[in-house]
């Protein structure tokens, strides 16, 4: 089993930028893909971006493209999420999570399901 524990949200203005962190610990780490996702009060949760296990694929949300930027360091156990160019519409609860399979290759269908392991979520608020 895995603990996935994400950090780095907070309030910032619109145009801002934050760097959230997910830090896993009890399973290798660098097998794995790992994804963002995001949940909004009243709204469905939403897959916002995927990092391939070797970090060579990455996935992108319409709605984050462009602004947001996936990476990973495996030595680390953690994975990052920078989010530039804020906007209100980005506030939420941000949530990293781990993929259920070794070594996937191919992360761009992934969904929600794929992922087995989550962590507790960190919030953004982001101000106009």
């Known amino acids: 089993q895995v603990q996935l524990v994400e950090s780095g949200g907070g309030l910032v203005q619109a145009g801002g930028s934050l760097r959230l962190s997910c830090v896993a610990s009890?399973?290798?780490?660098?097998?794995?893909?790992m994804g963002w996702f995001r949940q909004a009060p009243g709204k469905e949760r939403e897959f916002i971006a995927a990092?391939?296990?070797?970090?060579?694929?990455?996935y992108y949300s319409d709605s984050v493209k462009g602004r947001f930027t996936v990476s990973r360091d495996n030595a680390k156990n953690t994975v990052y999420l920078q989010m530039n160019s804020l906007k209100p519409e980005d506030t939420a609860a941000y949530y990293c999570a781990q993929d259920r399979m070794m070594s996937r290759i191919t992360i761009v269908t992934m969904t929600s399901t794929d992922f087995g392991s989550w962590g507790q979520g960190t919030q953004v608020t982001v101000s106009s």
């Open positions: 990092i391939s296990w070797s970090g060579e694929n990455r």
């Open positions: 009890g399973r290798t780490f660098s097998r794995y893909a």
